[in-house]
DNA sequence: TTGAAAGCGCTAACAT
DNA sequence: ATGTTAGCGCTTTCAA
């Protein structure tokens, strides 16, 4: 059925099949300057029936902007990341922007990797996680000459644009609420991820609000790799079984700290009572769980749609300067895990 | 610091600075053709210290070719489809191939339009989810004269190649698995999406199946927004209210059988004896659940890794020819929520 | 309102 | 081993 050319329709085709020059094709198909209704119709009809798809990379040589936002993230499995390019995406919506994506699975050499590639397609704006990069990644960024907007964490200098959270305050703040909710003996579970900087972020303001009462972190446990729900469980379990007298887990993500929760009701430990636990990240999916799991939100799809929004505006000329610095609230939601006093 | 250049480096700045000609510095940066450690050397130099980023706009202009395979997929947020990236990512891992994610929200029209967005960049290859498609799209596709993969459902015609399980098989194998154990009065619990064609064609495999037993769906409910595991809670609720004689519970998704099962755990209800329950995907949450729920895997990191090496040995010219198919099979786990006899 | 010419930054193909 | 030439398929700019 179909005519099996071997070579993708050209412009040029489309010129010959509607009689009309090549410049007035390509006007039409991009709504630019006056063309009269009658080749415009006339265009379209030959667009259409050839099954012309215009080659946008021709397009961004020759006009030298490529309507593409790198967002470089460093999993797609964490939820989290998820949410913030639906944020990303909302945002562009109605922008001729799109968004791309980069995985750097928390590698620093990765992200490196990744960055060049993205750079190399020349888009019109950087998204990307975390403040800290390779030496050379960050120079690529200082170089680009684009908006660059790193986001999720604002506890550190940024190249240029920066959206996120102060995950130093969010530790800070989870360990002021545990101090006044009577907890003491706390235990802390999290992941093995020493280029986790949020999480170590979040970690140090924890011990540090404590540390203000004078208390010190009883207990530690870190996992990496396999289910996350099933490795808070299990973390649980053995935490629990070493350091029986602790009355408070904070776990450094919402999945460990349900996988925590399933877990000692199973036993019939009474929740928030004997014990109180908490996560980090508000994720949807704890709406379902049999006690809310108290949690800090992370402001995820509200980071994304900032950091694009930002692009968008630096290009579409709307804004002008640079070095814009967005710093969003953390939000404490107690849920039925964190007693209130 | 930074020498705050405008404009981007071009090869040509490459080729003043270290004084070697602009072809020849084009094959230091691509390892191509036969040049002096010397030379090379040079180039690698100049390059590195000016922090030239080529331009894969020109040279894919050029070469006529462009190392990207775009994957259009429903959504991001179903854990479904990182899953399947995942696989995609690790068999482009070597290659030269690169992978674009499009995501369509389970909506025709836009995966229409990601579909002309993806093809108008000239990829090596294109991953789609599902058989079924506009009929732009179709044409689109077969026009396209680059190697397409369809994913995840081997029910239907593929344009070219096809990779995926039947998801009528795998609903008829549950619904046997369901009759053997002795179940008879089964509710179904589904999302509200007359277009997810993979769950609908699971439920006809279902029903086929028990229809021939004699049996028929007892009672069915369907939702949609919301976090998943609650509404899964909501619905068992209410089907149960509404069916109590029901003995069996088939989800469509793990995510609505893991809120049904904890709202049943904690009704104090026996599982699998007074009711059993079955999911669909596998998803590795489940591990961490109080009962591993029954479920049928859907090969997913399998299916992307299948369909990318397809388009990987195609790209290469390795294999010449089209319309691979590859059905998988789909793995009944009986977990802890469906009896064995 | 339409068309013609020039060139975006690179690479294939051919010299040398 | 290195250089030269001629485009790739569009859009910008200028002319008609």
């Known amino acids: 059925m179909n005519s099996s050319n071997k070579r ?97 699975d928390y590698s620093p050499e990765k992200e490196e990797k990744v960055l060049f590639e993205m750079l190399s397609w020349r888009p019109s704006g950087i998204i990307i996680a975390g403040l800290e990069h390779t030496e050379p990644a960050r120079a690529m960024l200082e170089r680009a000459g684009i908006p660059i907007v790193e986001i999720m964490d604002t506890d550190g200098d940024a190249v240029d644009a920066n959206v996120g959270i102060s995950h130093r305050r969010a530790g800070r703040l989870m360990g002021e609420a545990i101090h006044e909710a009577g907890y003491r003996k706390i235990g802390f579970l999290g992941t093995k991820m020493p280029l986790d900087h949020r999480a170590r972020k979040r970690f140090e303001g924890l011990t540090r609000a404590l540390a203000g009462h004078g208390i010190e972190i009883a207990d530690q446990e870190f996992y990496s790799g396999g289910s996350a729900l099933s490795k808070g469980r299990e973390m649980t379990q053995a935490m629990l079984t070493r350091s029986p007298d602790l009355d408070f887990l904070y776990y450094s993500n919402d999945m460990i700290g349900a996988g925590g929760l399933l877990y000692l009701q199973e036993q019939g430990i ?39 929004r930002i692009i968008a505006d630096r290009n579409s000329g709307a804004v002008k300067e640079g070095g814009q610095r967005i710093e969003l609230e953390p939000k404490l939601a107690y849920g039925d895990t964190l007693r209130r006093d």
Chains 1, 2 share one sequence.
């Open 8 to 104: 993708p329709l050209t412009l040029r085709d489309v010129s010959e099949a509607s009689g009309v020059s090549e410049m007035t094709v390509s006007r039409v198909l991009r709504n630019k300057g006056d063309v009269s209704q009658a080749t415009r119709e006339r265009v379209q009809e030959a667009a259409r029936t050839l099954g012309y798809v215009p080659n946008k990379i021709a397009g961004a040589l020759a006009s030298q902007r490529v309507n593409l936002v790198g967002v470089i993230i460093p999993s797609l499995k964490n939820m989290v990341f998820p949410e913030v390019l639906s944020g990303v995406s909302a945002a562009l919506e109605g922008t001729e922007l799109q968004p791309v994506v980069g995985v750097t």
């Open 270 to 308: 009474d929740i928030p009572g004997r014990i109180g636990l908490a996560g980090f990240n508000g994720v949807e999916l704890l709406d379902g769980l049999p006690l809310q799991l108290a949690t800090m939100d992370a402001c995820r799809a509200e980071i994304g749609e900032a950091a694009a």
